[in-house]
């Protein structure tokens, strides 16, 4: 990947992957170390997330399609070395919670992506994407959906952060 051109975006915008896509099949040996290796740099890089949750849905039987898409995170990491997560000294900071949602965004079951990321002060706390559980009838439906799994997320940092307090 040396000399590759760098993207901006570490997906296409508005581009559907499924299971039977038609394409040649990949390597499954080798799909499955990218993206093994691409998971471990979420720890560090938030931002590709996503894409790597919307990737890992294809382990058992990649296409080149999949492949190639892993391959456009790679690029888009390259053109994001320098980039980081800066945490300001702050003494007034509060937990905000940040969450979306795309409505049946698979198109293998038609199921929902939820998001949500929490910042406190001027710095990522967490952050997640998962497919829903269940099928939704709408937009709405969807976005209340991924805004309960995060309110339920924000209880759980809210009860650690009291239980830290305390002891």
């Known amino acids: 990947m ?8 570490p997906l296409v915008v508005n581009e559907k992957l499924q299971k039977d896509d038609g394409a040649q099949e990949a390597d499954a040996s080798r799909y499955r170390s990218l993206i093994g290796s691409l998971l471990y740099l979420t720890a560090t890089q938030p931002d590709i997330m996503y894409a790597i949750s919307l990737l890992s849905r294809f382990m058992q039987e990649p296409s080149q399609i999949h492949y190639g898409v892993g391959k456009r995170i790679l690029r888009y990491l ?7 997560i800066w945490y300001k000294t702050m ?30 002060g001027s710095g990522i706390l967490s952050w997640a994407s998962k497919k829903q559980a269940i099928v939704t009838q709408s937009t709405a439906e969807a976005e209340y959906v991924a805004a309960a799994e995060t309110t339920s997320q924000a209880i759980n940092h809210k009860s650690s952060n009291m239980a830290t307090k305390n002891t």
């Open 2 to 9: 040396n000399g590759s051109k760098p993207v901006a975006t």
């Open 78 to 84: 390259q053109g994001t070395k320098e980039f980081g």
């Open 91 to 120: 003494t007034n900071s509060r937990m905000i919670g940040y969450t979306d949602s795309d409505w049946a965004g698979s198109m293998d079951d038609m199921k929902s992506t939820s998001g949500y990321a929490f910042s406190l």
